[in-house]
């Protein structure tokens, strides 16, 4: 008998301080910050705007607790003042990446033993840090790097990035609260172990969130990291690095590493010790990731757990008994917000031929009232695009709408100073044209209008036309042309919204994720996304002797 108390007490003690602490702990969606003229967040932020705009941070290439600066340089610039640097970002060799494969490796399995909730209190001190001191620098670099007004930088690289720190932490707790059932002659347990090796973090330009998302997790759950930011998002990206630091985080846990994409992709995928690519880009790098994979299978420790998320050809269809002005401003904001490049941005509409009449104007009116300029100024709406790659991709789209379709507002380009797209409105009548079809990633939205009577044939389309299956919006009024909707296009959106725009997840509230090439839809900002960060252990102990009689 005290063998067994004994035992029952050992089946509990790894989740006994973790199951105190998710008791007390329930996370909250991060208050937006307003910055109203004269306000003392406005005054902070203009600060905060002046220090960073004025000096070109150097970045190094940060493996366990050392730094090292290299001679691969490239300089981040501002993407609406693209003469203006502000970032010099030293970049990782492959024999610099391999070393911070091995100290990975080697943080991993003293990090793994750390309890969850002495984890967890590193990644909440994080929050607390970035909802407080530290908000104006994640703001301020992620508005001079990244192009962002300061509401799209408050609601991604404070509010947002705070949400993913709390909402992890209280996921992960509310995994350990389940027990296995014991039996009358045994007792079981479950423990979370991190992935054995080390996680690849890729992260992309357009949020600073995600970037925090795609390193911290995974490091939550007891993984080690290589977090490889975007050339065009290094500053805010190794703020919120400098941030966790700061927080307790241990040396070795989640290692910086700027690079050559295809040198960090080579190098990683060569590496016998690989456990997981976590990723937001592109589809054909996340293609070339996986082949690179598949190829070097044989060499793995483990089989790489690969999650991405590529982004998508989002759509709003617009039925006959929609409220025709919220359709208009959810279509507005989704497709012009951020210059359209959000991975959940609406790039397709579809509209039945009774209503255009006034979305066309409402769309035009509204597209008129957007002020494009610098991100600094308060009353800007939106601003640049990333860099010269991205403004001249989306001008290819523009050159296709003025030769073969109707550019109904916008179409205009200049990079003299920034990388500046007019946000366009187009009209085709062939519904499988390529802008259509292909991401835009710019802002630049296309409409097909349909006879009122073909709705049922236009929910086909809208789910066959694109590859990609991220997110959309449904605009109706009757209930039973919503079910019928919902019906058809259970495939087309990992993330569906109907009456509302199909951007604005938020974590906590809209999981977010896609299938087809839009990627492998694991639900980042909901509690199913850390399990793929962990390798789950099954422990039973049994107290009466073994025999040979069944």
């Known amino acids: 008998m005290q063998c067994r108390s004994a035992l029952r007490l050992w089946s509990r003690v790894s989740s006994a301080s973790a199951s105190r602490f998710s008791s007390t702990f329930k996370a909250k969606n991060e208050p937006l910050l307003q910055y109203q003229p004269g306000s003392k967040e406005r005054r902070d932020l203009d600060a905060a705007l002046s220090k960073y705009s004025s000096v070109c941070t150097e970045i190094p290439v940060v493996i366990g607790d050392q730094e090292y600066l290299t001679q691969d340089v490239v300089f981040q610039v501002e993407p609406f003042n693209h003469q203006k640097r502000i970032a010099k970002v030293h970049r990782a060799s492959p024999d610099l990446i391999k070393k911070a494969i091995e100290v990975s490796v080697n943080a991993q399995k003293q990090w793994d033993r750390v309890p969850l909730a002495e984890k967890a209190k590193i990644f909440l001190r994080a929050a607390d840090m970035i909802a407080g001191p530290r908000r104006m620098d994640l703001m301020a670099t992620t508005m001079l790097g990244q192009a962002k007004t300061w509401f799209q930088a408050e609601i991604d690289a404070a509010a947002e990035l705070i949400d993913f720190l709390r909402f992890n932490v209280q996921f992960a707790m509310e995994l350990e609260k389940y027990k296995p059932l014991d039996s009358s002659e045994s007792t079981n347990a479950l423990s979370y172990r991190g992935l054995e090796g080390f996680v690849a973090a890729i992260s992309p330009f357009n949020f600073t969130a995600i970037g925090g998302n795609l390193a911290t997790a995974p490091a939550l759950m007891g993984c080690s990291v290589l977090w490889k930011p975007s050339d065009t998002a290094v ?6 690095f400098q941030v966790l630091r700061e927080a307790g985080l241990p040396a070795g846990v989640i290692n910086f590493v700027p690079a050559d994409g295809p040198t960090f992709g080579q190098t990683v995928t060569s590496s016998p010790h690989l456990a997981a690519v976590n990723f937001t880009g592109s589809v054909a790098t996340f293609r070339r990731i996986w082949k690179m994979v598949a190829d070097n299978l044989d060499t ?31 279509t507005a904001r989704s497709a012009f917000e951020y210059s359209g490049q959000k991975c959940s941005a609406c790039s397709r509409v579809y509209v039945p031929a009774s209503l255009w009449p006034r979305m066309k104007e409402g769309l035009i009116e509204k597209r008129k009232k957007l002020k494009i300029g610098s991100p600094v100024d308060s009353d800007t709406f939106t601003s640049a695009v990333i860099d010269g790659v991205a403004f001249r991709r989306i001008g290819g789209f523009l050159r296709h709408a003025h030769t073969n379709l109707k550019v109904l507002a916008g179409g205009q380009q200049d990079d003299s100073v920034g990388y500046f797209v007019q946000p366009t409105l187009v009209e085709t009548s062939n519904p499988k044209d390529r802008i259509m079809v292909e991401e835009v990633f710019g802002p630049v939205v296309a409409i097909f ?24 919006a449904l605009f109706a009024q009757d209930e039973s042309v919503i079910r019928e909707s919902y019906d058809v296009l259970r495939h087309a959106a990992g ?28 639900k980042a900002g909901g509690p199913h996304y850390l399990l793929k960060w962990t390798s789950p252990q099954a422990v039973k102990r049994t107290f009466v002797k073994v025999s040979l009689d069944v």
């Open 235 to 240: 500053l805010s990206n190794y703020t919120a």
């Open 300 to 330: 793995f420790k483990s089989y790489p757990r690969l999650v991405g998320e590529c982004g998508g050809k989002n759509f709003h269809l617009i039925h006959g008994s929609a409220d025709v002005d919220s359709a208009i401003a959810a």
């Open 449 to 472: 209008v349909f006879p009122d009577k073909e709705y049922r044939k236009v929910l086909q389309l809208v789910d066959e036309t694109s590859p990609f299956g991220l997110t959309g």
């Open 495 to 522: 993330n569906l919204y109907i009456n509302d725009k199909s951007t604005g997840a938020v974590v906590g509230q809209q999981p977010f994720g896609g299938a087809r090439l839009s990627g492998t839809n694991d």
